[in-house]
């Protein structure tokens, strides 16, 4: 089946640890998105990736880092530098070209810290 | 920069019966996306309903349409027949119709509640 797998659905962390939480696809897929969802709050865009090996800060990227080695994995660690990680967190891909199109969301993995 | 406005945190509606929620938004972009995603308790976000912008003709897709009113930047999804599995966070959201500009922008959502 194609589609978008994210683990773990849980995480726990403690502070001042870093966690990587994971993101792939078999939809061949050329953009990926992470989000990050607190609650009462819609979707903020936290990085994104149009292409391997690159990638640009969304609206909340301070205390995140990503990397795109493969068109097929785009994996988010959240550092000990980000101030309040404990969020519900969403990946997102899509197809790419002269027109935008529609983003399809993974399962999500809920971060807690300890 | 866009911004999308959802002003009903919850709403609730009889089974069976219709019930429209309300989006507003603002961009400076001339062509552009609009969406519905619905949120069930598994919290995965799926698509419902998609309108491109340049299109006129109100999109549908089975027991959900939209309202869009372009000139008054207001893109409401109506559903029709309410069933059990209805239940769950909507969120409007646009985003720029041409890639290269990415940025999807959510509204803060609102709760369904489906009364059997």
């Known amino acids: 089946d194609g589609g978008i797998t994210q683990s773990p659905k849980y995480l726990f962390r403690k502070e001042g640890q870093n966690v990587t939480l994971s993101c792939e696809q078999n939809l061949n897929h050329d953009a990926m998105y992470w989000y990050r969802q607190d609650p009462g709050q819609g979707l903020r865009l936290i990085y994104y990736?149009?292409?391997?090996?690159?990638?640009q800060k969304g609206d909340i990227a301070e205390g995140y880092s990503v990397s795109r080695e493969k068109k097929e994995s785009f994996p988010l660690t959240v550092t000990s530098a980000q101030k309040n990680p404990t969020a519900f967190y969403l990946c997102?891909?899509?197809?790419?070209?002269?027109?935008?199109?529609?983003?399809?969301f993974g399962p999500g993995t809920r971060l807690t810290v300890l | 920069a866009q911004t999308v406005t959802q002003s009903q945190p919850e709403m609730s509606v009889q089974e069976a019966e219709t019930v429209t929620l309300s989006c507003t938004y603002d961009?400076?972009?001339?062509?552009?996306?609009l969406f519905w995603y619905k949120q069930p308790p598994s919290r995965q976000m799926i698509l419902v309903i998609r309108q491109e912008a340049y299109k006129q003709q109100n999109a549908t897709e089975n027991r959900f349409s939209v309202n869009f009113q372009k000139a008054a930047k207001s893109f409401s999804l109506k559903i029709s027949d309410s069933q059990l599995g209805d239940a769950a966070m909507y969120f409007c959201a646009s985003n720029p119709l041409y890639f290269g500009n990415e940025k999807l922008t959510f509204g803060t959502g609102t709760r369904l509640t489906i009364i059997p």
């Open positions: 990736s149009q292409i391997v090996n690159d990638f």
């Open positions: 961009t400076s972009e001339s062509d552009y996306y």
């Open positions: 997102a891909s899509k197809l790419a070209g002269g027109r935008a199109d529609t983003q399809y």
